[in-house]
């Protein structure tokens, strides 16, 4: 059973540019949540997506926005990019309403981006 | 607000002493609690968590954690490391619900042969 799986692994670009990185969640999730974690820092919740809408959203500015398309998977992007956008991003899978609060999040190995 | 305070960025422990890794948590509500291990160059993986059925909770790999209400605490314990153990631990906690889930910023476990 295949896990969450997450392209590309690794990427580089230059400020101002745009990406996308991608996530296909593991096999019966229909949410995606998208984290960003710093070097040395724990992950940070940018937003999660259900039914093919953003449902919640952290403390980030509107040029991350993402996409959830009809068979689960989803789509991080990133307009204007910044040096302080280099991190790992990962996407984190679960199924909607399954124990309540004790819902497990089961997460990719990460897209490494790096902005110079 | 929910907030997770993992007390020591990094932790170094002999081969087959204790582990001992802190976490304190904010919650204005009874909380959902998680730790998590992060091995280099993979995501994250649950080792625990507590829903409120019994307040020692055990986990993957011999992993425990106790969680302690008067504390706010819910630190993670094994008693003898292996080498394998060498990795970043992240505790997280949620609220209720779907809500989203808030990390500590880790504790990197490194064992000594």
């Known amino acids: 059973d295949a896990g969450v799986t997450q392209s590309p692994t690794h990427l580089i670009k230059t400020r101002g540019q745009q990406v996308t990185l991608r996530c296909s969640p593991k096999s019966g999730h229909d949410t995606v949540s998208w984290y960003q974690q710093a070097l040395g820092q724990g992950p940070q919740f940018i937003f999660q997506?259900?039914?093919?809408?953003?449902?919640q959203r952290g403390n980030f500015p509107d040029r991350f926005s993402g996409h959830q398309f009809p068979n689960y998977s989803s789509e991080l992007n990133v307009n204007a990019l910044l040096l302080g956008d280099s991190a790992l991003y990962l996407c984190?899978?679960?199924?909607?309403?399954?124990?309540?609060?004790?819902?497990?999040?089961?997460f990719g190995a990460g897209s490494r981006l790096t902005v110079l | 607000a929910q907030s997770v305070t993992q007390l020591g960025s990094h932790v170094s422990v002999s081969e087959g002493a204790l582990v001992l890794l802190r976490c304190n948590y904010s919650?204005?509500?009874?909380?959902?609690l998680f730790w998590y291990v992060q091995y280099p160059n993979q995501g994250l993986q649950l080792l625990l968590k507590y829903t409120s059925a019994a307040t020692l909770v055990k986990g993957i790999n011999d992993f425990e954690a106790e969680f302690k209400k008067s504390e706010t605490s819910f630190h993670l314990t094994k008693p003898s490391a292996h080498m394998s153990d060498a990795a970043e631990y992240f505790c997280a906690v949620r609220s209720s619900g779907n809500t989203p889930l808030v990390f500590g910023k880790g504790t990197r476990l490194s064992v000594i042969a």
């Open positions: 997506y259900y039914e093919e809408e953003e449902r």
């Open positions: 919650s204005s509500v009874p909380p959902y």
């Open positions: 984190a899978s679960s199924l909607i309403g399954d124990q309540g609060g004790a819902n497990v999040l089961t």
